[in-house]
């Protein structure tokens, strides 16, 4: 089978309390957006974006890829749509593709109208795009020889225990609970015992100006930790995540 072609669509998180997860994203100087009726919430870019969703626990509902090779509308699965406000739909193309215990999906975004309205792109933390994720699994080589068998080996870079599973402009690290904790000595997140996995443990975010991004964070409260490469860190307790911001490229 040729290997796909894709690159990193969305990534859709659980979160116990919707409506201190949203609060909690506008403190950190995210524009939000509604995704349906039932209240969830989306922080778009313009290639990708963060679904919030209810969930029990702090938990990974779906890794979305969007199919960048020619046969991309025939390779979609039926339409599905989500009132959003009014006659605002949001609709959307959703195929499971089968990578062991990670929730992936190949998606489709058919209004990018409803989902990117100018103003959702204008995040007061200057924020321009989501370039990576870190992710609890139970076994991370099953994920990656289940990747690697659609996307080919050339997607997939074992590092140790670590598992970097590489889209356009973005990565997914995949590691063991016990691996994430090394791999970010400073995750301020609780890590549960045994850890519900799959998890989104933290998020790397280009910025325009990690300066002006410090200054945003600060100004609202958000301590903000200035690491030796430049990038900064925060925490985000009400959405389960620590955040990296990092100077776009």
């Given at each position: 089978?040729?290997?796909l072609r894709t690159?990193?669509?969305?990534?859709?998180?659980?979160?116990?309390?919707?409506?201190?997860?949203?609060?909690?994203?506008?403190?950190?100087?995210?524009?939000?957006?509604?995704?349906?009726?039932?209240?969830?919430?989306?922080?778009?870019f313009p290639f990708?974006?963060?679904?919030?969703?209810?969930?029990?626990?702090?938990?990974?509902?779906?890794?979305?890829?969007?199919?960048?090779?020619?046969?991309?509308?025939?390779?979609?699965?039926?339409?599905?749509?989500?009132?959003?406000?009014?006659?605002?739909?949001?609709?959307?193309?959703?195929?499971?593709?089968?990578?062991?215990?990670?929730?992936?999906?190949?998606?489709?975004?058919?209004?990018?109208?409803?989902?990117?309205?100018?103003?959702?792109?204008?995040?007061?933390?200057?924020?321009?795009?989501?370039?990576?994720?870190?992710?609890?699994?139970?076994?991370?080589?099953?994920?990656?020889?289940?990747?690697?068998?659609?996307?080919?080996?050339?997607?997939?870079?074992?590092?140790?225990?670590?598992?970097?599973?590489?889209?356009?402009?973005?990565?997914?690290?995949?590691?063991?609970?016990?691996?994430?904790?090394?791999?970010?000595?400073?995750?301020?997140?609780?890590?549960?015992?045994?850890?519900?996995?799959?998890?989104?443990?933290?998020?790397?975010?280009?910025?325009?100006?990690?300066?002006?991004?410090?200054?945003?964070?600060?100004?609202?409260?958000r301590p903000v930790?200035?690491?030796?490469?430049?990038?900064?860190?925060?925490?985000?307790?009400?959405?389960?995540?620590?955040?990296?911001?990092?100077?776009?490229?």
């Amino acid at each position: 089978m040729e290997p796909l072609r894709t690159r990193l669509d969305r990534l859709r998180l659980g979160v116990p309390d919707l409506d201190a997860a949203t609060a909690a994203l506008d403190r950190l100087g995210f524009a939000t957006v509604p995704l349906g009726a039932t209240g969830w919430r989306g922080v778009a870019f313009p290639f990708e974006h963060l679904e919030f969703e209810p969930a029990t626990t702090p938990a990974l509902a779906a890794v979305g890829v969007v199919d960048t090779s020619e046969h991309a509308a025939a390779n979609d699965a039926a339409p599905a749509t989500r009132e959003v406000t009014g006659s605002a739909r949001l609709a959307f193309a959703e195929t499971p593709l089968a990578a062991g215990e990670l929730p992936l999906v190949r998606a489709r975004t058919l209004t990018p109208e409803t989902l990117r309205p100018a103003a959702a792109l204008r995040h007061p933390n200057g924020a321009l795009a989501l370039t990576g994720a870190t992710c609890v699994v139970a076994e991370p080589e099953a994920v990656a020889q289940a990747l690697a068998g659609l996307f080919g080996e050339a997607a997939i870079t074992r590092t140790d225990a670590v598992v970097a599973f590489r889209q356009a402009g973005a990565t997914l690290l995949l590691a063991s609970a016990r691996d994430v904790e090394l791999l970010h000595p400073d995750l301020t997140c609780t890590l549960d015992d045994p850890v519900p996995a799959p998890r989104i443990v933290a998020l790397a975010l280009a910025v325009a100006d990690p300066a002006r991004t410090a200054e945003t964070l600060t100004a609202r409260g958000r301590p903000v930790r200035r690491r030796a490469d430049g990038s900064l860190g925060t925490a985000a307790p009400a959405l389960g995540l620590s955040l990296e911001f990092h100077a776009a490229a």
